[in-house]
């Protein structure tokens, strides 16, 4: 049997270093982590001490020191537990643990030779100090949750009923094993240590690594089947007294198969009616993730704030065990306060607020909080809602069905993120309604502008159509006044006569420019699409314009077509732009060749006309097809152009369904390159 112990005692002990020492590595800034640590280590200490192949004297020594240092190690882990930071209570936890150790070594045969049944004087005192100090945790983790509220609150509820049934089971096994001949060293090492490591994993497990979630989940479960079981085994045990006195000579295997198959079914039945009835409540932490992911896999997109407040309460009302999950906006448009005590709070703070942690901080520590009362309206815990990193635009407040107004750390995380969930989605909701009111605004200043241009474009129209007839009047009689019928002019007079003309020229064609374009910016010009055959229609151009190129002593170039192609267009509109654009080749072009061409290029029919003119610069290859535009290169030149041609040019192109580019170089020439639709639609 002493092996036995022996071995355990090894086992226990290096397990219990081992807690100690990954409790450290894992947050060794952390004072709980240390001070559990330093707890764990003194405890593996005073295990392994037994077990040192050293002397007697030496192995009570170390016992004794580490037993003393573990119960004042005990004893500072509550300390931290609980959020006690006085520096002055952690100094008398541990020069207790001194007293005790200073009482251990003047006080002879305490730990090796002292029977559990007469300890001397020495022992007896040694016992009341070392057992005040594993025994004193349970009364201050009981008194101090009645002074806290929250996760905390729970959390220490349950370490203090871990401490209670350790110790309780601890001593109740200690007086039904312990032998009086036996040392009390060897009766403690024996039995104690496997409860006291299996203490230091709960602990560990549970509160050092925060995972009360698990015990909140676990303990209702556990203690639920324990009451099934010992009705079960109860209603059994009183079904079998029956069936004895019922049948006295019944066959016993019968009798207990019977008693069997009645527990498992009262087990089961009352496991059904626990269930039904919700005697113990649990709280499921996979439901509980399960509704928040839920919602955030769904659309983040509403289409109004209605369906977000809909979509919310019907996502966490029922699966969550939650009342009420409330979207509240604020009037972000006329800045007026909803809820103005909670607006200035989250102005300079981004955590969420519990109801029942103010309520406790207003009421026990007498902290002012002025926005309790508009909390306890909108429910447990209120998470602000902002927009972006600042910016409030809102609350997300969550009420439970029950009176338990307890969220655990793990609880609080997920609602957390669905905050932001909400905030993105109350985000996006906002700025779509910004853009619908912005969108409305453009729609009525574009028919406000549409009208005005309209009404800019009638007018000029009319202006340029009066204005057009007497300058045709003005050239006629021009015309008649140069002639020799109306006798001679002097070269003065011819002179004055000929730049008259020459203006009112220029006159007339600006007025039928804007008149083109007007017609065309309001779609007052008919296009009639027809079958075009290529070939003919360049070989009419050509003989068109040959003349007029020659005049000016320039090199006509008619590339000829291919005799199939056929092109699906408005055969009117087409002379027109390469008209335009073979008069702008020979205006500007003094020596040299013009040259026209056209060829298939996919689905489309590419018309190039280049010259060896005074060409265009680069900046302005893009400006050239705007309304009124020339470029220095013109005006140098001295012509007398409208600035409209090749913006005619380019909107009857694409009114064509084609485009049109140019690649040009000062001094060199000019390349324009139409893309018309073979088949036009």
Known sequence: ???????????????????????????????????????????????????????????????????????????????????????????????????????????????????IATPDNGGKIWLTIFSIFWTAPVFWLFFTSRETIGTKKYQLWLAGVEYFVFLGASGTLLLLTHDPTISLGANTIGFLNLFTTLHLFFLFYFFVEYNFLKLKIILPNILKKIVGLGIATIIAVNFQLILNLAFPSGSSILINLATIIVAILIFNFALRIFNRHQLFKTVSFETFRGVINNFKNQNIFYRSLDDLKMNVQQNFANPAGIELAKVIVLDLENNVPIYPELEKHFAKNTGYLVTVEERYLQKNKKIECPYLEELEMLG???????????????FFAIRRKTDDSIYVEEELKLIEGAAHYIALALMGIIYTKKLREQ????????????????????????????????????????????????????????????RVRKNTNWLIDLLNDILMITKIDSEKINFKIEDVAVQPFFESLAAKWRAKIEAKKLRPEFAEARSDLILKTDPKWLGEILDRLLGNAVKFTEKGR???????????????????????SEKNSEKIFDKFFQTENYLEKGDNSTGLGLAIVKKLVENLDGSISVESKIGVGSTFQILIPLQNA
């Open 1 to 115: 049997m002493s092996n036995f112990f022996t071995i355990l005692g090894i086992l226990n002990g290096a397990l219990a270093l081992g807690l100690g020492v990954f409790a450290l590595g894992i947050n060794s800034r952390n004072p709980i982590y240390r001070s559990f640590s330093a707890l764990a280590i003194f405890f593996g200490i005073w295990i392994l001490a037994n077990s040192l192949p050293i002397p007697i004297e030496s192995v009570r020594s170390i016992a004794l020191a580490a037993a003393s240092l573990a119960a004042a190690a005990n004893l500072h882990f509550v300390q931290k537990l609980t959020d006690n930071k006085n520096i002055f209570t952690t100094i008398a936890f541990y020069s207790g643990g001194i007293v005790l150790l200073v009482i251990g070594v003047k006080m002879t045969k305490i730990i090796a030779d002292c029977s």
């Open 380 to 394: 447990d815990i209120i998470f602000p809602l902002f927009q972006n990193t600042s910016g409030l635009i809102g």
């Open 439 to 498: 969108s409305k605004k453009l729609r009525e200043d574009y028919e406000k502008l549409k009208t005005l241009d309209d009404t800019k474009d009638a007018f000029i129209a009319n202006v340029s159509h009066e204005l057009r007839t007497p300058a045709t009047a003005i050239k006629g009689y021009l015309e008649m006044l140069v002639a020799p019928n109306f006798g001679e002019l002097n070269e003065k007079q011819k002179d004055f006569a000929e």
């Open 594 to 616: 013009i040259k026209i061409s056209a060829e298939k290029a996919g689905d489309f029919l590419a018309i190039k006309i280049s010259d060896t003119g005074i060409g265009i």
